[in-house]
C-alpha cells in the first residue's frame, strides 16, 4: 500500500497533474494497482463539458502512464530525486470503452510487458465499478536528468 505522500516521492507530479491517489497493490517488476478519485471539483471540469463533466480521455492515459512510473521506479529501486524520470514514450493500441464522471473511482492497473534498453511496455487497463474504462500499451522511457 501507498498513500499520496509515498507516491509523491516516486512521481514528479503535483496538484492539479498527481492522478494517482493511492497504490493498493504492487509487486516489483511485475504490476501495480491504483486508483483515482474522480471528484466534481477537478480544475479540468471548469473548462471540460462543464454542463455535463466528463474525465477526458488524456488524463485517463496520463494515470495509467503514471501507476505504471511508480511500478518502475519500485522495480529498480530509484526516485526522481535520485535524478532520474520516467517519461511518456508512446501509447498503442489505446480504446476508451467507458465514460468517467464525478464520483467515479477509476480503478488503475498496469503490468510489465518488457524492458529493453531503458524503454518499458506496461499494458494498463482503466475501470470503473469493473467496468472497463479504458485500455493501452503504454511505453516509458527512463532518463537520467
Not at 499520496?4 to 494517482?20: A, D, G, K, S
Not at 462543464?50 to 474525465?55: D, G, K, R, T, V
Not at 487497463?125 to 536528468?145: I, R, T
Amino acid at each position: 500500500m501507498m498513500d499520496v505522500r509515498e507516491i509523491r516521492q516516486y512521481l514528479p507530479h503535483r496538484y492539479p497533474f498527481l492522478l494517482v491517489d493511492r497504490v493498493v497493490e504492487l509487486e516489483e517488476g511485475k504490476y501495480i494497482k491504483g486508483y483515482k478519485n474522480i471528484t466534481v471539483n477537478e480544475e479540468v471540469f471548469n473548462g471540460h463539458f462543464p454542463e455535463a463533466p466528463i474525465f477526458p480521455g488524456v488524463m485517463i492515459v496520463e494515470a495509467m502512464a503514471q501507476v505504471s512510473g511508480i511500478l518502475g521506479f519500485k522495480t529498480l529501486g530509484q526516485k526522481p530525486e535520485d535524478g532520474f524520470l520516467y517519461l511518456f514514450a508512446g501509447i498503442d493500441n489505446v480504446r476508451f470503452k467507458r465514460q468517467v464522471v464525478p464520483g467515479d473511482t477509476l480503478q488503475l492497473e498496469s503490468e510489465v510487458v518488457s524492458e529493453r534498453r531503458g524503454i518499458w511496455k506496461f499494458a494498463c487497463k482503466s475501470s470503473v465499478d469493473g467496468e472497463l474504462a479504458a485500455a493501452a500499451n503504454v511505453l516509458c522511457a527512463v532518463k537520467q536528468v
